[in-house]
């Protein structure tokens, strides 16, 4: 059950799920004015919020150092297999290459492979569940490497956020984002670009018209794809009932496989902020 499998700690928690139960996490550090955060299972998410939302500078995140990801790696007893946040988002690949050449300095002849999720959230956790099946279906390491690489190509991620002021504040937003949510208060239907950036499908005026934006998307991308072996991924930030809805408004128009609902972690609770949404197939 995900042996050899590690992740940043963007990926999120999947409790409907066994099958990542043995992940190793690195975690992020988020960082609130002189406060640092580690961002791991005993961090308290809600307790998070509120910090975020009484702090009035801007919050920060620190990716994990390279040798935190070389000691995630050297704990795997055999081939390890590394999900990271996408490199035009965080540091955190960069990071975990570097970890992968002290780690083969000390373990050679060790199979690594870094993959750079082109994505957050849900997307990793989409990753790691792929990483997962290939190996229980017994993929040798280089199977697995240039099937997971395919996987994460043909990934869909889209997001709709209550507030973008995190986002805005770090500069993930184009200048026009920035003032269309900061000023007309419009709701955007966001989602990862091929290259690993931030993109915008769609506004509504409400946060539902965006939800139902979303969902009509995903239908349309649906619409010429098999998804009897696809995955669908949502992450909520403090928001259970909004993603249980969410998950049947998709399934009723498109017939994935499974879908699975899992908890932000907490660098996600920061850019998604209290009532977000991320969805990815």
Do not use: W
């Given at each position: ?26 975690p ?6 002189e ?25 920060k ?18 081939d ?9 988002l965080?540091?955190?690949y ?7 050449t ?20 849900a ?19 280089a199977e ?5 690489e395919?996987f994460?190509?043909?990934i ?16 993930r ?9 900061g ?8 989602c ?28 349309q ?9 696809r ?33 932000a ?17």
């Open positions: 059950m995900a042996n050899g499998l590690i992740s940043d700690s963007c990926c999120d928690y999947c409790e409907q799920s066994e099958e990542l139960t043995g992940l190793r996490r690195v992020l550090t988020i960082e609130l004015g406060e640092r955060l580690r961002d791991d299972e005993n961090l308290d998410i809600v307790a998070l919020l509120k910090k975020i939302a009484a702090c009035h500078v801007g919050v995140t620190a990716c994990p150092s390279p040798e935190d990801f070389a000691d995630a790696m050297e704990s795997q007893e055999g390890a297999y590394v999900v990271t946040l996408s490199d035009k965080s540091g955190s960069a990071s975990a290459q570097v970890g992968k002290l780690c083969l300095e000390r373990q050679q002849g060790k199979n690594v492979h870094i993959f750079n999720s082109l994505s957050a959230a997307a990793q956790v989409a990753i790691c569940l792929k990483i997962n099946e290939l190996l229980e279906q017994g993929k040798r390491f697995v490497v240039s099937e997971t395919r994460i190509h043909g869909t991620t889209l997001f709709v956020l209550e507030d973008l002021e995190t986002l805005r504040k770090n500069g937003l184009t200048q026009l984002q920035s003032v269309i949510t000023i007309l208060k419009i709701k955007l239907v966001m990862a670009e091929a290259d690993g950036t931030i993109g915008m499908r769609g506004k509504a005026m409400s946060n539902g018209g965006a939800l139902a934006k979303m969902v009509d998307l995903i239908r991308k649906c619409a010429d794809m098999s998804l009897l072996s995955t669908l991924v949502i992450t909520h930030c403090n928001c259970l009932e909004r993603a249980e809805k969410v998950k049947q408004m998709i399934l009723s128009v498109c017939p994935f496989q499974k879908a699975v609902i899992c908890r972690s907490g660098i996600s609770t920061v850019y998604a902020s209290n009532g977000g949404i991320v969805v990815s197939f």
